[in-house]
């Protein structure tokens, strides 16, 4: 889907992404990126369970302590308005370039992710040229 990040800062879900949201009584989110490229927005349920992987995480402390700072400094709660958008973190915004920008938005597992224009096309670009080897991998695995 394409979106836009309004000049007050604000995204509006795509009604599919509305209505999956309100079907599950969800009006509350975390919104934050993981990698500093891609911002994601997690019903706050979800969110809460990734606190809890990042708390329980022993196998890399530094790892799950440095993950967790990122998305603490760039993240935020928000909640969907009246008319299905969401204030995306000031700070979000500045660090990934969303600011009055568009946008595309891809529901990922239980999260909808928010690319960059840029980012959407240097994906966009990277899966064009990797396709083929990665088909053959994946038709080995089993894709149909």
Do not use: C
């Amino acid at each position: 889907y394409t979106g836009r990040v309004d000049d007050k800062g604000r995204v509006k879900l795509p009604v599919d992404f509305q209505q999956y949201f309100a079907d599950l009584g969800e009006k509350k989110f975390f919104i934050t990126s993981l990698d500093g490229s891609i911002a994601s927005i997690y019903p706050i349920p979800v969110w809460r369970h990734n606190l809890r992987v990042l708390a329980e995480y022993k196998e890399d402390t530094q790892a799950a302590e440095d993950i967790g700072f990122l998305t603490a400094d760039l993240g935020g709660q928000a909640e969907l308005d009246s008319q299905g958008r969401l204030l995306v973190p000031a700070e979000l915004r500045r660090e990934l370039g969303m600011e009055n920008q568009a946008v595309r938005l891809l529901a990922v597992d239980e999260r909808v992710d928010v690319l960059s224009d840029k980012v959407y096309e240097e994906r966009r670009q990277r899966s064009r040229e990797t396709a083929a080897a990665n088909l053959a991998k994946l038709k080995k695995a089993g894709l149909k």
